[in-house]
C-alpha cells in the first residue's frame, strides 16, 4: 500500500501538468504606440540581451503605421512572442535607419532577399523556435520590424506575407537556422 501511494501521486502529476500544457501564466498585448516601451520589459525573450536591438529605442518621433505585440508565459519556460513594428520614414532618415540595420551584430546581420517578401535584415532565423528581422520596403520608405518566438504560422496575429518562407511550427523554419549573436 506505502509504494502505491508515491506512484498514484507521481501518476496525478504527470496527468496534472500534461492538461496544463496550454496553460498562460501571464500575457500581455500592446497595440498602441505610447506602448512601444513596454517591449524592452517583456521576459523570457531568447536572445533578448543582444538581439533587441533590431528595435529602434523609442518611436515618440516616429511615424508607426502598424504596432503589436503579444506575450504570454506558459508553462515550459520561454514565452511565446509575436511582435511586429512597422515604421514609416522620411528619405534621410530611411537611409540612416537602413545604415544602422546593415551595422548590427557588428556587421555580421544577414541580408537576405530570397526568403522574404522584402529585402530582409536578419539576426536570428528558427534558431531554438526564435526570430528577429527587419523587413525594408524601399518604396514605402517602411521598415517592418518582427520578433517571432514559438508562434505556429497559422496564429500569427498580422499579415501572413510577413512570415519567411519556410516557416514552421512554433517558428522553426524548415529552410535555414541560424544566430549571428551565437556560434552553432
Same mark, same amino acid.
Given at each position: 500500500?506505502?509504494?502505491?501511494?508515491?506512484?498514484?501521486?507521481?501518476?496525478?502529476?504527470?496527468?496534472?501538468?500534461?492538461?496544463?500544457?496550454?496553460?498562460?501564466?501571464?500575457?500581455?498585448?500592446?497595440?498602441? /504606440?505610447?506602448?512601444?516601451?513596454?517591449?524592452?520589459?517583456?521576459?523570457?525573450?531568447?536572445?533578448?540581451?543582444?538581439?533587441? +536591438?533590431?528595435?529602434? +529605442?523609442?518611436?515618440?518621433?516616429?511615424?508607426?503605421?502598424?504596432?503589436?505585440?503579444?506575450?504570454?508565459?506558459?508553462?515550459?519556460?520561454?514565452?511565446?512572442?509575436?511582435?511586429?513594428?512597422?515604421?514609416?520614414?522620411? %528619405? /534621410?532618415?530611411?537611409? /540612416?535607419?537602413?545604415?544602422?540595420?546593415?551595422?548590427?551584430?557588428?556587421?555580421?546581420?544577414?541580408?537576405?532577399?530570397?526568403?522574404?517578401?522584402?529585402?530582409?535584415?536578419?539576426?536570428?532565423?528558427?534558431?531554438?523556435?526564435?526570430?528577429?528581422?527587419?523587413?525594408?520596403?524601399? +518604396?514605402?520608405?517602411?521598415?517592418?520590424?518582427?520578433?517571432?518566438?514559438?508562434?505556429?504560422?497559422?496564429?500569427?496575429?498580422?499579415?501572413?506575407?510577413?512570415?519567411? /518562407?519556410?516557416?514552421?511550427?512554433?517558428?522553426?523554419?524548415?529552410?535555414?537556422?541560424?544566430?549571428?549573436?551565437?556560434? %552553432?
Amino acid at each position: 500500500m506505502r509504494k502505491s501511494i508515491p506512484i498514484l501521486l507521481c501518476v496525478v502529476l504527470i496527468f496534472s501538468l500534461c492538461g496544463c500544457e496550454g496553460l498562460t501564466f501571464e500575457h500581455k498585448t500592446f497595440t498602441q /504606440a505610447d506602448d512601444y516601451s513596454g517591449i524592452f520589459e517583456l521576459t523570457e525573450l531568447r536572445y533578448s540581451e543582444v538581439a533587441m +536591438e533590431l528595435f529602434p +529605442e523609442t518611436v515618440s518621433e516616429l511615424t508607426v503605421c502598424e504596432f503589436y505585440c503579444e506575450w504570454e508565459r506558459g508553462i515550459v519556460g520561454s514565452a511565446k512572442v509575436e511582435l511586429l513594428l512597422s515604421v514609416q520614414y522620411e %528619405a /534621410a532618415a530611411f537611409t /540612416a535607419e537602413t545604415d544602422r540595420l546593415k551595422a548590427l551584430a557588428d556587421g555580421k546581420i544577414v541580408y537576405d532577399t530570397q526568403h522574404f517578401q522584402y529585402p530582409a535584415y536578419v539576426s536570428v532565423l528558427g534558431n531554438m523556435n526564435t526570430n528577429y528581422y527587419a523587413l525594408v520596403d524601399e +518604396e514605402n520608405q517602411t521598415v517592418h520590424y518582427l520578433l517571432l518566438q514559438l508562434v505556429n504560422a497559422e496564429n500569427v496575429d498580422f499579415d501572413q506575407a510577413y512570415l519567411p /518562407a519556410g516557416y514552421g511550427e512554433f517558428g522553426a523554419n524548415q529552410e535555414l537556422d541560424f544566430n549571428v549573436y551565437y556560434d %552553432a
